[in-house]
């Protein structure tokens, strides 16, 4: 009988995330400093403690549309080349410090540009500081998602930004904010481009909105993977003898291995889930859907790629043979090139595990 992994030996172990943000991973003292270069005065409080503290309490307040006011302090500081550039590479170097040995960050540039930048300008400051990153924390690769904003109109502007950038670090485009009132469809000149190009796209869907918005972010924008996607639970009945039937748009989800990319601890935060515990992540994975384990935001929901492991183990008993599973499956539904991908999985994840369970 294998005791059950350790954080430490959790901390060690290589892990791929998929769905991480740029802007809800700051350090807070990086926040502190920056807000002074740059003269930003909107901090609720310049001690990083108690900062960190403040975008919990945000952050934990069940509902998407609170949560996503913290952001306002973080983006408020990040809109020089330089500091987009220090967030970058701290967020790469922070990653690999967790074990994360592949990575796809994302962000908005649109919300980058108050200080005058324009938008390759924000996208080449990030791209630098996540090179620095990884010069200085080999073992970790970091790709970019460019968001756009559903509540804006930059859609299609920010899809040929990503086309255009990418062999140069950006793998693919997704959009964010507010689900409700603000379907994907609204965007589809966009999607389209991306396809058109024969880039990768995801999209946040199946948050704090229903199946719908999922629907129609695989249906009719043609989403290869789901940012969140957690209320595809919606679409599953469980009998009172734990027999669970799968709807149509579930069966599909899990058919086509459509990648959720589920975020347990921002979901209990944003009141999408009510714990850990209870949370579908147990169910998906128990159904063999291609779940993935992500972070969301690292500093609002005080958390980690380590974290999230940790607190799966604790809620639902899972050891070395889950854990491998859902990296393997994020690298599967990267947008990493196929040959890249396999060989961070063959010669690097898999031999890793080998190891962690014959400990
Ligand atoms: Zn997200």
Known sequence: MQSAPSFEQIRSAPKALLHDHLDGGLRPSTIVELAAETGYGG????DPGELATWMRRGADRKDLVLYLETFAHTVGVMQTA????????????DLADDGVVYAEVRFAPELHMHAGLALDDVVAAVQDGFAEGMTARPAITVRTLLTAMRTAAHSLEIAELAVRWRDRGVVGFDIAGAEAGHPPTRHLAAFEQVRRENFHLTIHAGEAFGLPSIWEALQLCGAERLG?????????????????????LASLVRDRRIPLELCPTSNVHSGAAASIAQHPIGLLAEL?????????????????????????????????????????????????????????????????????RST
């Open 288 to 356: 063999r859907f291609r779940v993935t384990l992500n972070t969301d935001n690292r500093l609002m929901s005080d958390t980690s790629p380590s974290q999230e492991m940790a607190q799966v183990v604790e809620a639902f008993g899972w050891g070395w043979d889950r854990l491998e599973w859902l990296t393997a499956n994020a690298l599967k539904s990267s947008f990493l090139g196929f040959d890249e991908r396999g060989a961070l999985l063959e010669d690097v994840v898999k031999p890793a595990y080998r190891a962690l």
């Open 82 to 93: 330089e500091a987009l550039r220090r967030v970058a590479r701290e967020c790469a170097e």
């Open 43 to 46: 901090l609720p409080t310049t």
């Open 228 to 248: 969140h996607g957690v209320r595809i639970m919606d679409d599953i009945t469980v009998d009172p003898d734990g027999r669970a039937t799968l709807g149509r």
